[in-house]
């Protein structure tokens, strides 16, 4: 089992725990420095981001935020910016913990896009859809929702000259836990690499109210199972995913499904297919 599990850390670029604060500042500043130039190699100086009220968005933000602080202040050039960007399906029944968020972040720019009318819009020309089961076609908007909120930031992002940040992380990548073209597609994903407790951690560094930091992770895609936990979709906890990632014991039960998954969704971690 310790094999598998470190052939897949490996391939996750997983990061070891956080041995002490030390290590989670310098990780911190790593990570920082790591957005600092790729805005620098793209010769670029607006970044742009989708806050859905989570942790995940709200630690990739955080960091955003400060990238983008020290570069104005290292250049004194204050055309640096973080464009965060808020991307409900009509009223997001978690708007409150969206807002919350946005007062941590302290963004130098919000927007609003309604991303409704445009996945009606496209649903309403796929005939295929009307054949389907509600179940099914629940399922595929949902998909539809997310790879139109990548098409709102990129289209932010190509008015304003800036890159994307994406929010995934080892422990959804290894459950293939992201719509592929919608939350996968991004520029930069300065989270890469961290299991979902030092996501947490992260925030928590930047002072995020607890409630934001260990708030229930859930997609919410699916009209049909509004709010549904993540935890409920993969069949294990973070706890066990994170456990399974750094090399710790964790339930057969577990290690199966997990080693199942990751397997089933390794297209979804790959460039398209090609001859």
Known sequence: MHAVQQEIAQQLNVQPPFADSAALDAEVARRVAFIKQCLGNARLKTL???ISGGVDSLTAAL???????ELRKETGDDAYRFIAVRLPYQVQQDEHDAQACLEVIKADEVHTVDIAPAVRGLAGNVQALA???PAHVDFVLGNTKARMRMVAQYTI???????????????????????KFGDGACDLAPLTGLVKNQVRSIARRFGAPEALVEKVPTADLE???PGKPDEASHGVTYQQIDAFLHGESVSQEAFDIIVATYRKTQHKRELPFAP
């Open 48 to 50: 742009v981001l989708g």
């Open 63 to 69: 960091l955003a935020q400060r990238a983008v602080s």
């Open 131 to 133: 054949e389907g089961t």
């Open 157 to 179: 992002a190509g008015a304003r000259g800036g890159l994307v940040i994406g929010t995934d992380h080892a422990a959804e990548a290894v459950m293939g836990f992201f719509t």
């Open 223 to 225: 009209d049909l199972a």
